[in-house]
Antibody, heavy 125, light 109 residues
């Protein structure tokens, strides 16, 4: 049974750096992309970015200049850093596993099938 | 960027009803759409992937269809535990840029 457990600071001041970590228990860490997705209070879902076990990353262009996602394969963990936060970054942040299959460049997508419990990050002075 | 729209934004229904939610992509996305259910205070749960494939463990009253730009999620014989918000999500961008629809809230009539 795959479980994602996340943690990190929940209250930040403007201009600080958000830092969250997600640990993966059970299942394989390789062969998937590991994503961060956020949800402002009462609003919809926004994909932030992802990383593979080998460290390959993809980011949402709207956040790319402020986002760094890293991986620690020795611990089956991946992390999110979002710099220069403002009140607009207040949201519940989720980690999630993207399930896919890549056959010589043809990619089949099987959705975000496992999610962390979510961490509310509030930005306030 | 591929934009996703959903309709209706909310629907009131009774236990036993059939509910249909529509999602439209701003450009063709083949069949690369997934559907999620989210209950208050909880993470989204994957229901359907690749437009019509049922995720393991999801009841068969959930079904998906469509291709190209227009997709539907159908919940047959609505159960009390189905009252929630439903999101569609596309996975057809390269480089990857996954986008979600704005959500459809299904509540009790």
């Amino acid at each position: 049974q795959v479980q994602l457990q996340q943690w990190g600071a929940g209250l930040l001041k403007p201009s600080e750096t958000l830092s969250l970590t997600c640990a993966v228990y059970g299942g394989s860490f390789s062969g998937y992309y590991w994503s961060w997705i956020r949800q402002p209070p009462g609003k919809g879902l926004e994909w932030i970015g992802e990383i593979s076990h080998s460290g390959s990353t993809n980011y949402n262009p709207s956040l790319k200049s402020r986002v760094t996602i890293s991986v620690d394969t020795s611990k089956n963990q991946f992390s999110l850093k979002l710099s220069s936060v403002t009140a607009a970054d207040t949201a519940v942040y989720y980690c999630a596993r993207r399930n896919y299959y890549d056959s010589s460049g043809y990619v089949e997508e099987f959705g975000f099938d496992y999610w962390g419990q979510g961490t509310l990050v509030s930005v306030s002075s | 960027d591929i934009q996703m729209t959903q309709s209706p934004s909310s629907v009131s229904a009774s236990v036993g009803d059939t509910v249909t939610i529509t999602c439209r992509a701003s450009q063709g996305i083949n069949s690369w759409i997934a559907w999620y259910q989210q209950k208050p205070g909880k993470a989204p749960k994957l229901l359907i992937y690749a437009a019509s494939s049922l995720q393991s463990g999801v009841p068969s009253r959930f079904s998906g269809s469509g291709s190209g730009t227009d997709f539907t999620l159908t919940i047959s014989s609505l159960q009390p535990e189905d009252f929630a918000t439903y999101y569609c999500q596309q996975s057809n961008s390269f480089p990857p840029l996954f986008t979600f629809g704005p959500g459809t809230k299904v509540d009790i009539k």
